[in-house]
């Protein structure tokens, strides 16, 4: 997790100042922070006798502050003891990019995924999966952390661990001759590692997992004992292992992988800002990113906290549904982080979807990290829990690279435009402004709503709500983004393989989010006019498990060139919606439209 970005030109001085010479004006730097942290910071430095600038702009949860230098580190040391973050704040080198950096993260919220995430590679990842060994990861947590106890971006310390870590990466790749490692330098001494394996089919669509190589001491950052070993050792030797059971299973993904190990993240997010930088104004197009920092402490009962903040809607749901595929049993909880709080913030700010699981909330991570405390020894001698955190990331690897390991056959892949169930290229609707709800315009052997449904009532990603016909009939608006109802997916196919025709049998596949397999309670309806719909009722189902799951049902296309299907899902939990309807009201409620042509 990062401290703060003190830039390259805070140099930590410990020569005096002759007492005849006249002592310099200290310099001055622009920062941006979130605006929910400023009173309890301001209130924790006038607590040291230090005064707080007042705003010079605000936009959209950020705001603009100019301070001295000295300043700095008491604003990341009040930062970590009020807030329990790290640090929540990024220092510039003037206004001008200060106010930009606020403009970016405003414009950040609207980025949109590139690519129709889907699961459909499980052989590969149960191969790369099955490799996945903590002796490995704990291996390179011990290395890093006691052979380099401070990777503070600036000393050579920081430097040599670098070019190790791009030896081990070199080591790994060896014979393979679609693998490249090298260094990113700049202007500092620590360097960020990059190894690439080629694309082989979509080359140049990318795919990322990162995490941050520097640590820091925040009493002592130069020359202080940092082992860093939760911070983020544990999140690069978890890539790390990712990239060891891709070589060692013989994987080659259908999208170029790049894993990142980033210079300077304590400091202000500089490696990684830097390197998105040049990837947006290079034009790479990076269709999903991963950030692992801090993998290996068990600070709470859930396994994954997924940060919703900065971070991509569909990628996070990607994320959701990899762990209830390939990890059953664990559980994902939606978790803040806050302004700039580690490296996808610097991928969401160039406009690239990113996401970030963590090892607990805010509040109950390791107490230790930012410190000599931060040890291997510390979280008990063993990488366990960073085990999770690495069979994600290879599911990750997997399904959203695509490609194969060594003896299975590549799913398919696509770029957008396809069905997020299975990745076929299906006939996948738009928004209809006529309709008000999603539409498949041509005929075809099925009708997919990708992304459109996705949420409810401005929970999550959802567009164009409530999307039922006419907009008449508005969904509750209680809850939160997939800890509560929703009905995500809708599709229409036949069952023969053929074309949507009068008189065919087609299957309904609804995927919801479920709160409960017992209170929760999906009503499929369908209608051969959407123009003037009747609607026909189908059945009433309820949920198989709770999260996200496919709910599907049976029903024969009856004559007319447009039709339409409804899916109402309705919390039955002391609201009254004990009865099927075609526009329940309670407040956890969704109710969506598909609208597609037959022949």
């Known amino acids: 997790m990062r401290m703060s970005r003190l830039g390259a030109a805070v140099v930590w001085l410990a020569c005096a100042t002759p007492a005849f010479a006249k002592a310099p004006l200290e310099k001055e730097v622009w920062i941006t922070l979130g605006t929910d942290a400023l009173e309890p910071v301001r209130g924790a430095l006038q607590g040291r006798g230090l005064t707080l600038a007042a705003p010079t702009y605000q936009k959209g949860g950020v705001t603009v502050l100019r301070v001295s230098e000295s300043q700095v580190e008491q604003l990341a040391l009040a930062m970590h003891d009020k807030l329990n973050r790290c640090a929540g704040f990024i220092t510039h080198e003037s206004q001008a990019e200060a106010f930009a950096a606020v403009e970016a993260d405003n414009a950040s919220q609207s980025v949109v995924a590139l690519i129709t995430y889907d699961i459909n590679n499980a052989p590969s990842v149960n191969a790369l999966l099955d490799?996945?060994?903590?002796?490995?990861?704990?291996?390179?947590?011990?290395?890093?952390?006691?052979?380099?106890?401070?990777?503070?971006?600036?000393?050579?310390?920081?430097?040599?661990?670098?070019?190790?870590?791009?030896?081990?990466?070199?080591?790994?790749?060896?014979?393979?001759?679609?693998?490249?490692?090298?260094?990113f330098p700049h202007s500092w001494r620590q360097s960020s590692v990059i190894a690439t394996i080629q694309g082989t089919t979509l080359p140049d669509e990318v795919v990322v997992i990162g995490g941050h190589l520097?640590?820091?001491?925040?009493?002592?950052?130069?020359?202080?004992?940092?082992?860093?070993?939760?911070?983020?050792?544990?999140?690069?030797?978890?890539?790390?292992?990712?990239?060891?059971v891709a070589v060692l299973n013989g994987y080659k993904p259908a999208r170029t992988v790049k894993f990142m190990a980033y210079a300077g993240e304590e400091v202000g997010l500089l490696g990684s800002k830097a390197i998105a930088d040049s990837f947006k104004s290079s034009g790479v197009n990076v269709v999903g990113v991963l950030q692992l920092d801090m993998t290996n402490y068990k600070g709470n009962t859930f396994d994954f906290g997924l940060v919703v903040d900065r971070t991509n809607a569909a990628l996070n749901t990607q994320i959701r549904n990899l762990v209830a595929t390939y990890q059953p049993g664990l559980t994902v909880v939606s978790a803040g982080c806050g302004y700039a709080c580690s490296d996808h913030a610097s991928w969401t700010s160039a406009g690239y979807p990113a996401s970030m699981p963590f090892e607990a909330s805010l509040s109950t991570m390791n107490p230790t990290i930012h410190?000599?405390?931060?040890?291997?020894?510390?979280?008990?001698?063993?990488?366990?829990?960073?085990?999770?955190?690495?069979?994600?990331?290879?599911?990750?690897?997997?399904?959203?690279?695509?490609?194969?390991t060594e003896g299975n056959t590549p799913p398919p892949t696509n770029s957008g435009g396809e069905d997020p169930d299975d990745g076929r290229s299906l006939n996948t609707a738009t928004f209809d402004a006529t309709y008000m709800a999603p539409r498949c315009a041509s005929a075809g052997l099925d009708c997919g709503s990708g992304f459109l449904l996705d949420g409810r009532a401005g929970l999550g990603p959802e567009s164009n709500a409530p999307n039922t016909l006419n907009a008449g009939c508005a969904d509750g608006a209680s809850g939160s983004y997939h800890g509560d109802e929703s009905i995500d997916h809708l599709k229409v196919s036949t069952t023969d393989g053929t074309n949507l025709a009068a008189g065919k049998p087609v299957k309904l596949e609804a995927t919801v989010y479920a709160y409960s397999t017992t209170a929760d309670k999906l009503d499929l309806y369908y209608t051969a006019d959407a123009a003037n719909p009747l609607w026909t009722f189908i059945g009433t189902y309820s949920p198989s498990s709770t999260g996200?799951?496919?709910?599907?049902?049976?029903?024969?296309?009856?004559?007319?060139?447009?039709q339409a299907i409804r899916a109402n899902f309705r919390y039955i939990g002391g609201n009254g919606n004990s009865t099927a309807s075609i526009c329940s009201s309670g407040a956890y409620d969704d109710h969506d439209d598909l609208v597609f042509t037959v022949q």
Request: aromatic share 6%; no cysteine.
């Open 131 to 183: 490799e996945v060994r903590e002796t490995e990861i704990r291996s390179t947590i011990h290395a890093l952390s006691t052979n380099w106890t401070n990777r503070y971006y600036n000393v050579q310390s920081g430097a040599d661990a670098s070019i190790w870590l791009e030896n081990k990466w070199t080591t790994i790749a060896a014979g393979r001759s679609d693998i490249t490692v090298e260094l």
């Open 214 to 244: 520097d640590s820091i001491n925040l009493s002592d950052p130069e020359t202080g004992t940092a082992p860093g070993a939760d911070d983020d050792a544990s999140g690069v030797a978890s890539v790390t292992e990712v990239l060891r």
């Open 371 to 404: 410190g000599e405390g931060d040890t291997l020894e510390f979280m008990g001698g063993t990488a366990a829990n960073s085990v999770k955190f690495a069979k994600l990331g290879a599911s990750f690897l997997a399904e959203v690279a695509k490609g194969a």
């Open 548 to 562: 996200t799951t496919t709910i599907s049902a049976t029903y024969t296309l009856p004559a007319g060139d447009v």
